[in-house]
């Protein structure tokens, strides 16, 4: 129960939040982006708007409105809404919201949404422990992650859910939410009289990423820093918000989708022979603190699976590259890195290899048992002899290709091919 004194500090705690939260939309007309999701006549504002709401999972990156829609469906729902942190609750809290749903289900035929906010941050057990009863309808779970739900979030409950992915902000979108953040009075910055630049807005868009909440609280900063003139205008300039932003992020989580996103666009751009790509990719990764032995492996591999015959250097090159990655360390082997990985997409490719290995494995799934025919096996015993092992083998060098000619394959598998030679090769 609260009391005057809760409710003042709720509301004291509310003027000094980051403008970000301050800021948060309570309906769908003051919310930016995500237009494919909330739009106009699409489902989940739909079942929002109608209270008919479903599990669902929100997996988006940071500051794309995650919570901010958990907070409308909050505002819009007949039902009672409960929000856990997966960082700082677990099994014991959930237990005692379920102890309340039912309650309320039994008593006033009321639902519970249930919020769970980073749910990847919960392990097994935990995201086990809610699946009873969302089969049950005591709650209507909604999940909100930034990783890929597919591996962070088990099976059993990523079945009984729907999963909405929402989009890094749009700079129009993070444009709007600047502008209303500079006119609104009430919690917004509208009594600090703010002229921002265009040099300076503009880098506050590209810096923020599509982070809205980044772009909010740099604004803050950047905004109570600067004396106001003479005239009580506060000019923010490029500068401030440079140093507001402290630096332009780089996401690149070393656990997450991100991480396997950005090393794929590497090596499908050297694969699609585009040497700028390449090096903007690799600039993303060392920018972000990626081991360079990881990505001189990769392009060791990619090496022999798509250039292979096609430029017999480029193995040694990218063997080469991890050799001195290796010996001479970070950050002087990004020069090595940068050098192979554009060697790498100028090459001719060839995959013709690992084309034969991948037909090969897919045919020994089903010939595993084939046994290796006589000639082909070592007489290493007396009795092995007898029985024909080695008979009939021709030693290669003591034939020419005509005379010498054998089948090296098992019988049931004579004149298989797997390795299709380019002709340019």
């Given at each position: 129960?609260?009391?005057?004194?809760?409710?003042?500090?709720?509301?004291?705690?509310?003027?000094?939040?980051?403008?970000?939260?301050?800021?948060?939309?309570?309906?769908?007309?003051?919310?930016?982006?995500?237009?494919?999701?909330?739009?106009?006549?699409?489902?989940?504002?739909?079942?929002?708007?109608?209270?008919?709401?479903?599990?669902?999972?929100?997996?988006?990156?940071?500051?794309?409105?995650?919570?901010?829609?958990?907070?409308?469906?909050?505002?819009?729902?007949?039902?009672?809404?409960?929000?856990?942190?997966?960082?700082?609750?677990?099994?014991?809290?959930?237990?005692?919201?379920?102890?309340?749903?039912?309650?309320?289900?039994?008593?006033?035929?009321?639902?519970?949404?249930?919020?769970?906010?980073?749910?990847?941050?919960?392990?097994?057990?935990?995201?086990?422990?809610?699946?009873?009863?969302?089969?049950?309808?005591?709650?209507?779970?909604?999940?909100?992650?930034?990783?890929?739900?597919?591996?962070?979030?088990?099976?059993?409950?990523?079945?009984?859910?729907?999963?909405?992915?929402?989009?890094?902000?749009?700079?129009?979108?993070?444009?709007?939410?600047?502008?209303?953040?500079?006119?609104?009075?009430?919690?917004?910055?509208?009594?600090?009289?703010?002229?921002?630049?265009?040099?300076?807005?503009?880098?506050?868009?590209?810096?923020?990423?599509?982070?809205?909440?980044?772009?909010?609280?740099?604004?803050?900063?950047?905004?109570?820093?600067?004396?106001?003139?003479?005239?009580?205008?506060?000019?923010?300039?490029?500068?401030?918000?440079?140093?507001?932003?402290?630096?332009?992020?780089?996401?690149?989580?070393?656990?997450?989708?991100?991480?396997?996103?950005?090393?794929?666009?590497?090596?499908?751009?050297?694969?699609?022979?585009?040497?700028d790509a390449a090096l903007y990719?690799?600039?993303?990764?060392?920018?972000?603190?990626?081991?360079?032995?990881?990505?001189?492996?990769?392009m060791v591999i990619f090496a022999?699976?798509?250039?292979?015959?096609?430029?017999?250097?480029?193995?040694?090159?990218?063997?080469?590259?991890?050799?001195?990655?290796?010996?001479?360390?970070?950050?002087?082997?990004?020069?090595?890195?940068?050098?192979?990985?554009?060697?790498?997409?100028?090459?001719?490719?060839?995959?013709?290899?690992?084309?034969?290995?991948?037909?090969?494995?897919?045919?020994?799934?089903?010939?595993?048992?084939?046994?290796?025919?006589?000639?082909?096996?070592?007489?290493?015993?007396?009795?092995?002899?007898?029985?024909?092992?080695?008979?009939?083998?021709?030693?290669?060098?003591?034939?020419?290709?005509?005379?010498?000619?054998?089948?090296?394959?098992?019988?049931?598998?004579?004149?298989?091919?797997?390795?299709?030679?380019?002709?340019?090769?």
């Open positions: 129960m609260t009391d005057l004194f809760d409710h003042k500090l709720d509301k004291e705690l509310k003027k000094e939040a980051p403008l970000a939260d301050r800021l948060r939309p309570q309906n769908f007309n003051d919310f930016q982006g995500q237009e494919k999701i909330v739009g106009q006549g699409k489902i989940l504002r739909k079942a929002i708007e109608n209270d008919e709401l479903f599990s669902i999972i929100l997996w988006g990156p940071p500051g794309s409105g995650k919570t901010t829609l958990a907070r409308i469906i909050a505002n819009l729902t007949k039902s009672s809404f409960v929000q856990l942190s997966a960082v700082t609750s677990g099994k014991k809290d959930l237990i005692k919201v379920i102890e309340k749903a039912r309650e309320k289900r039994k008593l006033k035929s009321q639902r519970t949404i249930l919020f769970v906010d980073e749910i990847h941050r919960w392990n097994k057990a935990q995201q086990d422990a809610l699946l009873p009863y969302v089969e049950k309808g005591i709650i209507v779970f909604i999940g909100a992650t930034t990783e890929n739900p597919s591996f962070e979030i088990i099976a059993p409950l990523l079945s009984r859910s729907r999963v909405f992915v929402l989009e890094s902000l749009g700079e129009d979108d993070l444009g709007r939410i600047i502008k209303q953040a500079l006119k609104d009075k009430e919690v917004g910055l509208g009594n600090y009289q703010v002229k921002l630049g265009k040099k300076a807005l503009g880098l506050l868009l590209s810096g923020a990423n599509g982070d809205a909440r980044a772009a909010l609280n740099a604004l803050e900063l950047a905004v109570k820093a600067v004396d106001p003139d003479q005239e009580g205008f506060r000019h923010i300039k490029e500068k401030d918000v440079r140093e507001a932003l402290q630096y332009e992020a780089v996401y690149f989580d070393k656990k997450g989708e991100q991480y396997y996103n950005i090393i794929s666009a590497f090596i499908k751009s050297m694969r699609g022979s585009d040497p990719w690799l600039a993303r990764m060392v920018e972000a603190g990626q081991d360079p032995l990881y990505i001189a492996r990769r022999s699976e798509d250039i292979s015959l096609a430029d017999k250097n480029a193995l040694s090159l990218a063997v080469s590259c991890f050799q001195a990655c290796h010996q001479i360390g970070w950050p002087e082997c990004q020069i090595n890195l940068a050098h192979v990985a554009v060697y790498l997409a100028l090459a001719p490719k060839d995959n013709s290899t690992y084309q034969g290995l991948l037909k090969a494995k897919k045919e020994v799934k089903k010939t595993m048992n084939e046994p290796v025919s006589l000639p082909l096996r070592n007489a290493v015993t007396g009795l092995m002899k007898d029985l024909g092992y080695g008979q009939d083998y021709k030693y290669s060098h003591d034939y020419d290709k005509e005379e010498g000619e054998q089948d090296y394959l098992p019988q049931k598998l004579k004149n298989k091919k797997f390795f299709n030679k380019k002709k340019d090769n």
